[in-house]
């Protein structure tokens, strides 16, 4: 099988960029509309790009664990990196949020108790800045996707995933109408807690453990993927959609509640898999900038949102379409600056541009 894949490349470096612009512009848009539940059930039948890199990312990491000589250090050295990088952010977030909450609030009991669980949840659930809820359910899904794939075998992986996904539509997928309201007091159980632990099923297991996992199982049985044909799968899995989203209008109410349903895993392996036969000879030639270029987007854009809002005066409640287009571009302007930069700086120190391992060319 293949060990540079562009499509992965070029889906990256486009997912920042929508992430960017929505969080620059599409979200504040929506704020102000008010779509019909048909076009809310059917948007959220085709939230594929977030669970496409969840996939992405188990693909990868399997290539890499099963050509390690140690996979096991090589899953460490993953979630090291990142762990450290998440928790820069986490720190950043005490200092930002939790220290004048506990300054504001006083060091009493319920006070200081109250801050713990918004730290806790923060860190380990929905993450401390809007676009990290991603990292924590991948560090576990990771964890769990080497787990299952090196000690349990393809069969056990798969039961426990389509199993895990199955009770995660109970919470927030298209099974939810059976319990919505009913939970509060369930078995002595407040509802906020219901709602923690249906946020926690949500994201480590219903994102990070079923789409880290499918990634995984994708390297895994590579050749049956990419020879599957594909009119197979694309009936089937539109019908599914379709049937779902006729059973959300028929039953429910369209709420926010509702992030996952059958058919968005389906939807991704087969996005997917269009992803893996992407050729381009701009991003195999220009790799290494895009990848640094996505990755630096993603995990700054935040920040520098927040320093231009600072700056202008902007109010994030109140700023105009012009306003949200000038952050957009802006952004994009210090995030591709940034990029440049920290190119310069590497070539620099190494005397030229470092290279990329082969299992990872195409992250």
């Known amino acids: 099988m293949r060990t540079f894949y562009p499509g992965i490349t070029v889906f990256k470096f486009a997912g920042a960029l929508l992430v960017l612009f929505a969080h620059a512009m599409y979200f504040s848009y929506m704020t102000e509309t008010t779509p019909s539940q048909l076009m809310s059930f059917a948007a959220l039948a085709l939230r594929v790009v977030v669970p496409c890199f969840y996939v992405i990312a188990g693909f990868l990491a399997y290539k890499g664990w099963n050509r390690a000589e140690r996979p096991v250090e090589y899953v460490r050295r993953y979630v090291v990196r990142i762990g450290l990088l998440y928790g820069i952010f986490c720190l950043l977030f005490t200092v930002q949020h939790i220290v004048p909450g506990l300054i504001s609030g006083g060091l009493t009991v319920g006070n200081m108790i109250l801050q713990a669980k918004i730290w806790l949840v923060a860190v380990f659930v929905s993450g401390p800045y809007v676009h990290l809820w991603f990292l924590p359910p991948l560090l576990s899904g990771m ?68 789409f880290v996992c499918a990634g995984a199982l994708a390297a895994r049985l590579e050749e049956r993927l990419m020879t599957m044909r594909a009119l197979r799968w694309i009936i089937p899995t539109f019908a599914l959609a379709a049937a779902e989203i006729v059973l959300l209008l028929s039953v429910s109410e369209w709420t926010t509640e509702y992030k996952l349903v059958f058919a968005i895993l389906p939807l991704t392996l087969l996005l997917f898999r269009g992803v893996l036969h992407i050729r381009s000879e701009f991003a195999t030639a220009h790799h290494r900038t895009l990848s640094l270029f996505s990755i630096v987007t993603y995990v700054s854009h935040i920040l520098f949102m927040q320093a231009n809002r600072h700056v202008f005066g902007w109010e994030l409640t109140e700023m105009t379409m012009l306003e949200d287009a000038l952050q957009f571009l802006l952004t994009l302007a210090q995030c591709t600056l940034l990029t440049y930069a920290i190119l310069l700086l590497t070539r620099r120190r190494k005397g030229e541009a470092p290279r990329t391992p082969e299992f990872a060319q195409g992250a």
């Open 143 to 210: 964890l769990a996707a080497y787990w299952l794939l090196r000690k349990g075998g393809t069969r056990l992986a798969i039961g426990l995933v389509l199993a895990g996904y199955s009770l995660c539509q109970f919470s927030s997928g298209s099974l939810r109408f059976m319990f919505s309201g009913a939970m509060d007091g369930f078995l002595g159980i407040r509802l906020e807690i219901w709602d923690f632990i249906d946020l926690t099923l949500t994201n480590h297991v219903g994102f990070g453990l079923t």
